[in-house]
DNA sequence: TTCCGACAGTGGGGTCGCAAT
DNA sequence: ATTGCGACCCCACTATCGGAA
């Protein structure tokens, strides 16, 4: 039986050194003295994790519940004198019961056992706690080193450690398999209706970069801007999983339809994209997400918003794992089940540079996002980014101006480390916000923007520092998004800073107008009509 | 010896459901 | 009826360590 305290006693030391190797060995050796019932918890904690990622169960405690929690403890000055310390098993069935609270009165439930536990705590223990309730440990090791330390304890590769993480979709359960059927690792077989982890891609910036990369030909896919969905077909039984392994089988019914119909095969798990498309065109993310876990008026959004599903992957059939394939065997298998093309990604060979450039520009020009590059030779790596898959997307630039900047964490304290970017409103001549961007910049310049900041301070509040106008800054992002929290009614997604502009004054930024006129331009004509009318 | 792949950390906007107000 | 919180869709980018080249 381990202490509550033990573990964080070990994150603090894991959080010591800077080598990683010795992180691992200190998990390990930490993790190898627990008993099995002690083993995943204390896993998860230190990825950051309560509850295995394919289990429903939810917290519903957050930033504002912590904080209210925390305040009452801390105020409550009685020290516990001879309170017996807590174990990890204790700390999770209290965690346990935070989460079935549910219906009337049950966020103050929440927040009582919260005290209840916080009150039992030393303050070490207190602010690791916070940190795994947060998902933010911060102890410079997480789910990759964890895993890494199952190789250590069980004295297997780390290969089959992965394949068992493939198969468990848990840290948790992984070290403890490790712990207890180590030869079990690299053995264990997928199983229907248990998600997998999706395989994920590297951004690239450039066909060329492609060619550089994978080699002729290139295998390339349409990318779609919607929801990924993972499909578990056993029997005319079907189920979908989200990205982050939700089940959401009942919020995409159409898409069950279109496999039931078009997939001939008894046993299979695909992998796609889903997103909505109207009068043949694909609608704005933020729009998709209106039918996404949506409840009320369920049939007229998914009515008005229907699906199309387009399959990539194949990574399971009939009882065969295909994960060792070829991605190019892969999708001929895929193609070989899936008896209508329109269910499938566009994909096409492409041996030169202007068919690859071709390719890309059809694809944006159909309002997709860009095109996905796959190494015909690699297998299917669940969870891992690499350079396996290329992702190459559009995005546009334009010039803000730098109106207040926050405050970082971690890392980045002591540093302004997010910045509200602003353009120009010529009918007021204001400076309004269009977001705020902490991306783009390297610690060096961070440093040198914190100063340059501080002295165009105007007033500050909370974390937040206000300042002059002045900064300009150059500001890739993906898409401009309708905003109902900005008074310029716009905001940048996935915006990021190219490069700062000390060379540019504020009059020469991006004017709200211009911006308005990009976001209509990229509304097609049925669209930009209903924005006018 | 240098290079580069995988990890960890730092945070972005929008949308819904739900409990509290 | 409205508001604020929490969960979950989509993520991009830089620094670092340690094995690969």
């Not at 204790?90 to 609270?101: F, K």
């Not at 165009?456 to 998004?481: A, C, M, N």
């Amino acid at each position: 039986m381990a202490f509550f305290r033990d573990l964080v006693e070990v994150a603090d030391r894991v959080t010591q050194v800077a080598s990683r190797k010795e992180k691992i060995r200190l998990l390990a050796e930490f993790l190898e003295k627990l008993s099995p019932e002690e083993v995943p918890i204390a896993a998860r904690f230190l990825a950051g994790e309560v509850f295995p990622e394919y289990d429903t169960k939810e917290l519903g405690v957050g930033y504002s519940s912590l904080k209210q929690a925390y305040s009452v403890v801390r105020h409550a000055s009685i020290l516990p004198i001879a309170v017996q310390p807590l174990t990890i098993t204790e700390v999770y069935r209290t965690l346990e019961r935070i989460a079935g609270a549910t219906g009337e009165g049950s966020k103050n439930k929440k927040i009582k056992l919260l005290q209840s536990l916080l009150s039992r705590m030393e303050q070490r223990e207190i602010d690791f706690l916070l940190r795994v309730l947060f998902g933010e440990v911060r102890i410079g090791a997480s789910k990759g080193l964890l895993l890494e330390a199952a190789s250590k304890i069980a004295n297997v590769p780390i290969s089959d450690v992965l394949h068992a993480y493939m198969v468990l979709s848990d840290v948790g359960d992984v070290l403890l398999m490790a712990r207890e059927k180590p030869s079990m690792l690299g053995r264990a077989e997928l199983n229907l209706f248990h998600p997998v982890k999706p395989m994920l891609a590297d951004m690239a910036y450039s066909v060329e970069e492609l060619f550089q990369e994978h080699g002729a030909p290139l295998y390339l896919e349409y990318k779609y801007d919607g929801i990924r969905l993972q499909i578990h077909i056993d029997s005319g039984r079907v189920e979908v999983f989200s990205r982050r392994l939700n089940r959401i089988t009942e919020f995409v019914p159409d898409v069950v339809e279109k496999v039931l119909g078009n997939v001939k095969a008894e046993k299979a798990i695909l992998d796609g994209e889903a997103l909505a498309v109207v009068d043949g065109k694909p609608v704005a993310f933020q729009d998709l997400l209106k039918r996404v876990r949506r409840k009320r008026e369920r049939e007229k959004f998914f009515r008005e918003l229907p699906f199309q599903l387009h399959l990539f992957d194949v990574i399971y059939i009939n009882g065969r794992t295909l994960v060792k394939e070829t991605y190019s065997s892969r999708r001929s298998i895929l193609q070989e089940i899936v008896t209508s093309d329109e269910l499938l990604a566009k994909m096409k060979i492409v041996y030169e540079k202007e068919e690859a450039e071709n390719f890309y520009k059809e694809a944006l020009s159909e309002n997709h996002e860009g095109v996905m590059s796959k190494r015909a030779s690699s297998f299917y790596k669940p969870g891992i980014r690499g350079s396996d898959w290329l992702k190459l997307k559009s995005y546009d630039t334009i010039d803000c101006v730098i109106i207040a900047a926050e405050w970082g964490h971690g890392r980045r304290s002591g540093w302004l480390s997010n910045y509200h970017l602003g353009v120009l409103d010529e009918e007021s001549g204001k400076f309004l916000s269009v977001g705020k961007t902490f991306k783009g910049l390297s610690d060096a310049e961070f440093e040198e923007m914190t100063k340059k900041l501080l002295q165009l301070k105007t007033r500050e509040e909370g974390y937040t520092v206000y300042v002059k106008p002045e900064i300009v800054v150059e500001v890739d992002y993906s898409e401009i998004q309708r905003s109902k929290r900005y008074p310029s009614g716009f905001a940048l997604r996935f915006a990021r800073i190219r490069r700062i502009r000390f060379d540019k004054s504020p009059d020469e930024a991006t004017t709200l107008g211009e911006l308005r006129r990009r976001y209509l331009q990229k509304m097609q004509n049925k669209e930009l009509d209903e924005e006018e009318g």
